[in-house]
């Protein structure tokens, strides 16, 4: 009988074995990517007869990590400029001196793209390349108007991270997380909701995205996370084109060790089935447009900081202007989704 080579049956063993050590369901997915095609409108109705000066913002969606902006173009009959203010948010500004007409409008198009924001450390992936700076991260730990760090709202917070008897940061973020996706309810219903009252949003345990987030981050804020919000439109799921009724909103976390934590809790108490998803990703059916709360616009606007700045602002001779819309669609550049590099 012929003898058979001893690396000859080591060969097969050892590619079987390799197979077994890096098996697909071992390999993470490459994040899920979006292209699309973007129009906002603006329109400013209801302009008094006799009035010296209008002014319109209007905000555009930024370049980051996860989301590419390009071929943006503004259709205007005024003349404009590009600005940044707080926040780096960026925006358009119409100035209108002695307007002959009582209605005026701005149109914006854009092609993006955005890409699954997923923080793989989670799930073991390498460490964050370097910790932010304590000076960076104090910005994200300040109160905001209708989400204050007083100690009513320190007190809720501490209750919710020592019942989960949690202590890292990551710990005291997911008890935070769960007690807002397992108590509040996803409700547009009455009065109050969409502010983003801290106050509101613990008392009627209901609201929207902006209700949930404000938990979220104040009680994150409250335990010492820094954590920040973030706005712009949602995209429905099925690739295709269409209008876009309103914004969404979401937020961050920082985990010394890990880095920023991108979470979605209301999107998570809408979709049971994703609750785990939500904490540590953002998925790609969106588009963001500005960051923060309290918002100062450029150049700097008469009227109050505001609340968020998703939606166009106008003033009349220095006074906020009501009668102020917006129109809003998108139209997706294929029907299936594309591939992109995880960063």
Same mark, same amino acid.
């Given at each position: 009988?012929?003898?058979?080579?001893?690396?000859?049956?080591?060969?097969?063993?050892?590619?079987?074995?390799?197979?077994?050590?890096? +098996?697909?369901?071992?390999?993470?997915?490459?994040?899920?990517?979006?292209?699309? =095609?973007?129009?906002?409108?603006?329109?400013?109705?209801?302009?008094?007869?006799?009035?010296?000066?209008?002014?319109?913002?209007?905000?555009?969606? =930024?370049?980051?990590?996860?989301?590419?902006?390009?071929?943006?173009?503004?259709?205007?009959?005024?003349?404009?400029?590009?600005?940044?203010?707080?926040?780096?948010?960026?925006?358009?500004?119409?100035? $209108?001196?002695?307007?002959?007409?009582?209605?005026?409008?701005?149109?914006?198009?854009?092609?993006?793209?955005?890409?699954?924001?997923?923080?793989?450390?989670? +799930?073991?992936? @390498?460490? @964050?390349?370097?910790?932010?700076?304590?000076?960076?991260?104090?910005?994200?730990?300040?109160?905001?108007?209708?989400?204050?760090?007083?100690?009513?709202?320190?007190?809720?917070?501490?209750?919710?991270?020592?019942?989960?008897?949690? =202590?890292?940061?990551?710990?005291?973020?997911?008890?935070?997380?769960?007690?807002?996706?397992?108590?509040?309810k996803y409700d547009k219903t009455g009065k109050g909701w969409g502010r983003g009252d801290i106050y509101y949003a613990c008392q009627e345990r209901r609201g929207n995205c902006t209700d949930f987030h404000a938990i979220f981050i104040g009680y994150a804020r409250a335990v010492?996370?820094?954590?920040?919000?973030?706005?712009?439109?949602? $995209?429905?799921?099925?690739?295709?084109?269409?209008?876009?009724?309103?914004?969404?909103?979401?937020?961050?976390?920082?985990?010394?060790?890990?880095?920023?934590?991108?979470?979605?809790?209301?999107?998570?108490?809408?979709?049971?089935?994703?609750?785990?998803?939500?904490?540590?990703?953002?998925?790609?059916?969106?588009?963001?447009?500005?960051?923060?709360?309290?918002?100062?616009?450029?150049?700097?606007?008469?009227?109050?900081?505001?609340?968020?700045?998703?939606?166009?602002?106008?003033?009349?001779?220095?006074?906020? =202007?009501?009668?102020?819309?917006?129109?809003?669609?998108?139209?997706?550049?294929?029907?299936?989704?594309?591939?992109?590099?995880?960063?």
């Amino acid at each position: 009988m012929r003898s058979v080579p001893f690396r000859w049956i080591l060969a097969p063993l050892a590619c079987a074995l390799a197979a077994l050590a890096f +098996s697909p369901s071992d390999v993470s997915p490459q994040p899920r990517a979006r292209r699309f =095609h973007f129009e906002y409108k603006a329109i400013v109705k209801g302009i008094p007869p006799g009035a010296k000066q209008v002014d319109l913002w209007v905000p555009v969606p =930024h370049d980051d990590a996860w989301q590419q902006i390009g071929n943006l173009r503004i259709d205007s009959a005024y003349a404009h400029e590009m600005a940044t203010a707080s926040h780096g948010n960026t925006m358009l500004h119409v100035r $209108l001196e002695e307007p002959k007409e009582s209605t005026f409008a701005l149109a914006m198009s854009l092609d993006a793209t955005r890409t699954e924001h997923i923080q793989s450390r989670l +799930s073991g992936g @390498p460490g @964050p390349a370097h910790e932010e700076a304590p000076r960076e991260l104090a910005q994200y730990l300040q109160p905001d108007r209708l989400v204050p760090l007083d100690d009513q709202i320190r007190a809720w917070a501490r209750d919710v991270v020592q019942k989960a008897d949690a =202590h890292t940061d990551l710990e005291m973020a997911r008890a935070i997380y769960n007690h807002v996706v397992s108590t509040v309810k996803y409700d547009k219903t009455g009065k109050g909701w969409g502010r983003g009252d801290i106050y509101y949003a613990c008392q009627e345990r209901r609201g929207n995205c902006t209700d949930f987030h404000a938990i979220f981050i104040g009680y994150a804020r409250a335990v010492g996370i820094p954590a920040r919000f973030a706005i712009g439109f949602p $995209l429905p799921a099925d690739r295709g084109e269409g209008k876009i009724a309103g914004y969404h909103c979401w937020a961050e976390f920082y985990a010394k060790g890990i880095g920023w934590v991108p979470i979605d809790a209301s999107e998570a108490a809408k979709n049971p089935s994703k609750r785990e998803y939500f904490f540590g990703a953002h998925d790609e059916n969106r588009i963001e447009f500005s960051k923060g709360r309290d918002v100062m616009l450029a150049p700097a606007q008469k009227g109050d900081a505001l609340n968020y700045f998703v939606y166009p602002y106008a003033e009349v001779d220095g006074r906020p =202007h009501a009668e102020t819309g917006y129109e809003v669609s998108y139209r997706d550049a294929d029907s299936q989704p594309t591939v992109a590099v995880r960063r």
